[in-house]
């Protein structure tokens, strides 16, 4: 297909929905369109906001638009085209890719993950750019990700390849919670301050904390060592399973300290176990406009979208084997 004049693209994510129009080389055509989410919000107010940017972003391009793409948190269903993001519960089950068909008759609708997205914009024209194995990451509210491997976009089977915050980093009883032990639980910036807040400091955002880091506060600087080394460790899995090259890393939570980054690269390093992993990390260069730069390269670098082809699964059967599930046994 050749490259569209212009693509709307669509970011949903936990804080906030954003749409702008998306030139053929990656840039923002005209203003970008926002509206706040959050978990609180209901089903009714979330597709409001959707609708919103949406048509605001239409009437503001004074052109016509033939294909929209849209970057969700997930977990999203690409062969349904619908979502349920984790920090909207809210939303879960919404079919969105018809939903936005509707909102732009005619137009061509492309999904997939908000962490994927922004893996295609840092290969496209950003940090990653040139080289053939990454992964690209923001920290913040959330902790996401997006893969390329062999200078393909790669989505998996239902859609959720490189949901790197969901990876589970640290030990857990059998039958215990799921959540509590994921790089995201650990990481993201609430996490990160509410274990600072149970050992007695006494601020209340990320903000708080990149301030009392800065002057020294011991447990505020202990909070941002232990997102900053459970990154590294995540960083260090991936990059030994998937021979990566190169990690981008953007999102708020990575500015709560000047070492941020460095801190990273220390538990890479500490974490490593055969030389060959020795991936280069490094901060995103979109400065926050990765997500809708990817989900318009959905459209204009369709080339770049791997061949897996999305289907549904059967309860209780493997996709690839067709054979039952077995049931998980009691720890003896």
């Known amino acids: 297909m050749a490259p569209q004049a212009s693509v709307l693209a669509v970011d949903l994510g936990g804080t906030k929905v954003a749409a702008a129009l998306v030139g053929p080389h990656g840039d923002l055509l005209g203003e970008v369109y926002r509206a706040p989410t959050g978990p609180a919000a209901s089903r009714a107010e979330l597709i409001s906001a959707l609708d919103g940017v949406v048509r605001r972003a239409l009437a503001g391009g004074g052109m016509a638009v033939t294909a929209v793409g849209i970057g969700s948190a997930g977990p999203v269903t690409l062969a349904a085209g619908t979502i349920s993001p984790k920090n909207l519960p809210r939303l879960a089950g919404f079919a969105v890719r018809e939903h936005v068909e509707r909102l732009v008759p005619g137009a061509r609708v492309t999904l997939r993950l908000d962490g994927t997205c922004i893996a295609l914009a840092e290969h496209w024209m950003g940090a990653t750019r040139g ?3 990454s992964m690209s ?3 913040s509210t959330g902790v996401g990700g997006g893969l390329i491997l062999h200078d393909a976009l790669i989505a998996g089977g239902t859609g959720n390849a490189g949901h790197v915050g969901q990876m589970q980093i640290r030990s857990r009883k059998l039958g215990s919670a799921r959540g509590a ?8 910036g609430p996490s990160a301050v509410a274990w600072a807040r149970r050992r007695g400091w006494a601020g209340s955002t990320g903000e708080d904390l ?4 800065r002057a020294g506060n011991r447990v505020a600087q202990d909070a941002v060592r232990r997102s900053a080394t459970a990154v590294g460790e995540a960083i260090a899995s991936v990059s030994m399973l998937l021979d990566l090259e190169i990690v981008a890393i953007g999102g708020g939570f990575v500015l709560v300290a000047d070492d941020y980054l460095d801190l990273v690269r220390a538990a890479i390093a500490d974490s490593i176990l055969f030389d060959y992993a020795q991936v280069t990390v490094v901060p995103s260069a979109l400065n ?3 997500p809708l730069i990817g989900a318009g390269g ?9 061949a897996t082809r999305a289907r549904p699964r059967e309860e209780g059967l493997d996709v690839g084997r067709r054979m039952p599930r077995p049931a998980l046994l009691s720890p003896v």
């Open 137 to 139: 990451m923001v920290v």
């Open 298 to 306: 959905l459209v204009h670098r369709g080339d770049l979208l791997d």
């Open 210 to 213: 990149a301030v009392d880091c």
């Open 131 to 133: 080289y053939a194995n």
């Open 288 to 290: 926050g406009r990765g």
């Open 181 to 188: 032990s994921t790089l995201e639980a650990i990481a993201s």
